[in-house]
Nanobody
Framework: QVQLVQSEGGLVQAGGSLRLSCAVS????????VGWFRQDSGKERDFVGGAVVPWSGSPGFLADSVKGRFSIGVDNLLKTVYLQMTRLKPEDTAVYYCAATLTLRAGRTPGDYTYWGQGTQVTVSS
């Protein structure tokens, strides 16, 4: 069993930055992929980015829509995955979720992930 606990989101002005974290516990000896997704009201849950934990130097993978603005970081000691968001836009407003899978491939759909965090609201004001 894998548990994921997310940090709080927040309200940010357009152009601002915000970092979300996702602390992972359970299955300490396993490698897994942690992905970030977001879901705006009435819309599908969209892939944002992901990384392998523990991180061994391989780059994270990002959706094209956020490349150049968002990045993924991993703290192996804390077993925490970060989503660093910069140059935020109102269209980035959504509930953000982290998710984990023990299948080591760069999954980009919700169905690729088994375990989910509680979700956190990010609101970007114009």
């Amino acid at each position: 069993q894998v548990q994921l606990v997310q940090s709080e989101g927040g309200l940010v002005q357009a152009g601002g930055s915000l970092r979300l974290s996702c602390a992972v516990s359970g299955r300490d000896n396993d490698h897994y992929v942690v992905g970030w997704f977001r879901q705006d009201s009435g819309k599908e849950r969209d892939f944002v980015g992901g990384a392998v934990v523990p991180w061994s130097g391989s780059p994270g993978f990002l959706a094209d829509s956020v490349k150049g603005r968002f990045s993924i970081g991993v703290d192996n000691l804390l077993k925490t995955v970060y989503l660093q968001m910069t140059r935020l836009k109102p269209e980035d407003t959504a509930v953000y979720y982290c998710a984990a899978t023990l299948t080591l491939r760069a999954g980009r759909t919700p169905g690729d992930y088994t375990y989910w965090g509680q979700g956190t609201q990010v609101t970007v004001s114009s």
